[in-house]
């Protein structure tokens, strides 16, 4: 959560005098310790917690089907919850019924640089950077059922069956609430970075706008590919009906920047109402994965329900998307060299071509 804020511009602690805003950064002591008994370090590394302990947080909402609801604010006496491991805080409006209470702080009060302006997570933002259309990277988005579907494996197996293959392989996170572990993983997978809503200034995006989300999107992937990506994956966090995944993917912008769609689920009836939901939105899936694909016969059910091929991880990591993903960005390069017109991603082909076709231009 602090890996961005040069440990320099940490001088002072001043007093809590307003209501925190999303993205503020302050000091904490733990008063009671709950579900998060662990907290992610700058460097990566989980480190213990114990009641009494001073940490560093930054206020932010959380939206967890599975765990938390959280908003970015306080109780009385500067009273709050530990929302993720991350270190994002909060009060927790509604949680899963399996969940524990959370891990209770009491805010000692804002930190601040040294001409005590308290300091804010969107100060250290990485903008988006300009880059010739003409080169730009095949986009691959990966989406979900719902949480804990197996979205950042099926991202993993991705990048690795692009990465053996001798691509050059960014990746990026483009919601969710801040946790580095997701990161950690889709660069052991071979990403040669990755970058998240983080790195754009936030710690989470439940509550963002259309427009936020757009900026994130074009910061992370302009960013790498101005590295050299030759291919981009990205994970959306969630499931389709979550409120940012819902907005993003309605949006006829954001889907024109994404090559492909892989669709992650953990059971095969979530296959059907979830690829005809995609289909309503003009997304069709090149593959289906998640952690469905650790039963054959949950494979069998996915793939005769939808006539869409249900991958396993090791059939991800051993590159068998690989030649779908490819076409894609062939059949891309082909229709700009064909019309001289430089696209976002053969996402845009498609519409542009089916709209030709409407119009009795092809």
Not at 111 to 124: G, I, P, T, V
Not at 249 to 261: H, T, Y
């Amino acid at each position: 959560m602090l890996r961005r804020v040069p440990c320099q511009r940490i001088v002072n602690l001043i007093p809590v005098s307003c209501p925190p805003k999303v993205g503020d950064l302050a000091m904490a002591m733990i008063t009671d310790i709950g579900k998060t008994a662990k907290i992610e370090m700058a460097t990566g590394r989980m480190g213990l917690l114990y009641k009494g302990d001073p940490i560093a947080v930054v206020f932010g909402h959380r939206y967890a089907t599975a765990q938390f609801e959280g908003y970015a604010d306080m109780r009385a006496e500067n009273k709050c919850d530990l929302l993720s491991s991350g270190g994002v805080c909060g009060v927790v409006k509604s949680k899963h019924e399996a969940t524990p209470q959370p891990t209770r702080l009491q805010i000692l009060g804002y930190l601040a640089d040294a001409e005590k302006k308290s300091l804010n997570l969107s100060e250290f933002s990485m903008k988006p950077v300009s880059f010739n259309r003409g080169r730009w990277p095949c986009v691959i988005a990966v989406c979900g059922g719902a949480m804990d579907s197996g979205k950042t494996y099926t991202t993993s197996g991705i990048i690795h069956g692009l990465v053996s293959s001798g691509y050059r392989v960014g990746a990026g996170k483009l919601t969710g609430t801040a946790a580095g572990r997701d990161s950690w993983q889709l660069l052991d997978a071979g990403a040669f970075n990755v970058y998240d809503f983080v790195d754009c200034g936030l710690p989470s995006t439940f509550r963002c706008s259309l427009e936020a989300l757009h900026r994130i999107f074009d910061t992370i992937t302009s960013n790498l590919a101005a590295q050299g990506a030759e291919y981009i994956v990205l994970e959306i966090a969630d499931g389709l009906l979550e409120e940012e995944t819902a907005a993003l993917l309605n949006s006829a912008e954001f889907r024109d920047s994404v090559d492909g769609f892989v669709y992650a689920i953990s059971d095969p009836l979530a296959s059907i109402g979830g690829v005809a939901h995609l289909q309503n939105l003009g997304i069709k899936p090149i593959a289906l994965s998640g952690r469905v694909s650790q039963s054959p016969l949950g494979i069998w059910e996915v793939e005769k329900a939808t006539a869409l091929r249900c991958l396993t991880f090791n059939q991800l990591v051993s590159g068998e998307l690989n030649s779908e993903i490819l076409a894609l960005r062939n059949k891309r390069e082909l229709f700009q060299n064909r019309t001289g017109f430089l696209t976002k991603s053969y996402s845009q082909v498609q519409r542009i071509v089916s709209a030709d076709r409407r119009n009795g231009k092809e």
